[in-house]
């Protein structure tokens, strides 16, 4: 998806972090906090694996969803986005039940959302207008079984697979803080805390703090301008590191960094992401890196 895009759904702080916002969570019964935290009450996988076209670009990708047996609406895999949304007119179409109004998103349930073969029931999930896609899967979503998110062949496959223990090339441990997944990366001589963001179109974004902590063979300036309904506009810096960023077997020589005034974490895009092949292990937060 596009910056302007991760930037919104980054913002969406009265829903999104509404888990570590004491305000947020006050307004809200704990039954449903619970269903926004999991995302899916239960989730039907007939055999071991289902395997599902990615029907966007390579730095975009999405998934046909039918959702309360109606559509396909196609869906943005956005491990950057610690909830599953749909946009406003997708739910009032596909009939799902508005459980919270709230003034800018909703609360909202689906009674089903089909990926191929495999069946998620009781989906909770959040509606808002702004979104440029019919909606997004969120990583509450996706942490209930494993997945593989093959760029090279443009599928993801859902399956039960146990990844082996890291070996710090190819099969490395991850974190969750947010609810949302991060690795360890090398930035020369230093390291670098960055989610794994699918729903990112850029290569890679640090926050504006971080700036004058690497070494930069182009140093940043003023770049694109970003604009969403929560920061207003926002002028992006850009710089090429001097040093690769790494993961194991995975290398970025020297790349373009966005530096993100706004951001508060930073993230390795779908730019990035789209060399290889990723399969996560939610249940041992673990996961495999293959480059073909």
Same mark, same amino acid.
């Given at each position: 998806?596009?910056?302007? !895009?991760?930037?919104?759904?980054? *913002?969406?702080?009265?829903?999104?972090?509404?888990?570590?916002?004491?305000?947020?969570?006050?307004?809200?019964?704990?039954?449903? =906090?619970?269903?926004?935290?999991?995302?899916?009450?239960?989730?039907?996988?007939?055999?071991?694996?289902?395997?599902?076209?990615?029907?966007?670009?390579?730095?975009?990708?999405?998934?046909?969803?039918r959702i309360n047996e109606r559509g396909p609406?196609?869906?943005?895999?956005?491990?950057?986005?610690?909830?599953?949304?749909?946009?406003?007119?997708?739910?009032?179409?596909? &009939?799902? @039940?508005?459980?919270?109004?709230?003034?800018?998103?909703?609360?909202?349930?689906?009674?089903?959302?089909?990926?191929?073969?495999?069946?998620?029931?009781?989906?909770?999930?959040?509606?808002?207008?702004?979104?440029?896609? $019919?909606?997004?899967?969120?990583?509450?979503?996706?942490?209930?079984?494993? /997945? @593989? =998110?093959?760029?090279?062949?443009?599928?993801?496959? =859902?399956?039960?697979?146990?990844?082996?223990?890291?070996?710090?090339?190819?099969?490395?441990?991850?974190?969750?803080?947010?609810?949302?997944?991060? #690795?360890? *990366?090398?930035?020369?001589? $230093?390291?670098?805390?960055?989610?794994?963001?699918?729903?990112?179109?850029?290569?890679?974004?640090?926050?504006?703090?971080?700036?004058?902590? /690497? !070494? +930069?063979? *182009?140093?940043?300036?003023?770049?694109?301008?970003? /604009?969403?309904?929560?920061?207003?506009?926002?002028?992006v810096r850009e710089g090429r590191l001097a $040093?690769?960023? !790494?993961? &194991?077997? /995975?290398?970025?020589?020297?790349?373009?960094?966005?530096?993100?005034?706004?951001?508060?974490?930073? +993230?390795?895009?779908?730019?990035?992401?789209?060399?290889?092949? +990723?399969?996560?292990?939610? #249940?041992?937060?673990?996961?495999? #890196?293959?480059?073909?």
């Amino acid at each position: 998806m596009s910056l302007t !895009r991760r930037q919104c759904l980054t *913002a969406l702080s009265a829903f999104c972090m509404l888990t570590s916002s004491r305000s947020a969570a006050q307004s809200l019964p704990d039954s449903v =906090l619970t269903a926004v935290r999991s995302g899916v009450s239960s989730i039907d996988l007939p055999g071991d694996s289902v395997v599902i076209p990615l029907v966007g670009t390579p730095t975009l990708p999405l998934v046909e969803v039918r959702i309360n047996e109606r559509g396909p609406y196609r869906l943005l895999v956005d491990l950057g986005s610690n909830v599953t949304l749909l946009r406003r007119n997708v739910v009032h179409a596909t &009939g799902a @039940t508005v459980l919270v109004e709230r003034s800018t998103t909703d609360i909202v349930r689906a009674a089903t959302l089909q990926l191929g073969d495999l069946q998620l029931r009781n989906v909770t999930l959040a509606s808002y207008d702004e979104l440029d896609v $019919d909606g997004v899967l969120g990583y509450n979503v996706l942490q209930h079984t494993s /997945f @593989t =998110l093959d760029f090279p062949a443009q599928r993801l496959v =859902l399956h039960r697979r146990a990844l082996p223990p890291p070996n710090g090339s190819t099969v490395h441990e991850y974190v969750v803080p947010g609810r949302l997944p991060y #690795i360890v *990366a090398r930035v020369g001589s $230093d390291t670098l805390l960055l989610n794994l963001d699918t729903g990112a179109a850029d290569v890679m974004t640090i926050p504006g703090a971080l700036e004058s902590r /690497f !070494r +930069w063979k *182009a140093p940043p300036t003023a770049g694109r301008t970003t /604009f969403n309904n929560q920061t207003g506009s926002t002028v992006v810096r850009e710089g090429r590191l001097a $040093d690769s960023v !790494r993961i &194991g077997v /995975f290398a970025l020589a020297e790349p373009l960094v966005f530096i993100n005034p706004h951001a508060e974490d930073s +993230w390795l895009g779908a730019a990035a992401m789209n060399r290889g092949r +990723w399969t996560f292990d939610p #249940i041992r937060r673990r996961v495999q #890196i293959e480059l073909p």
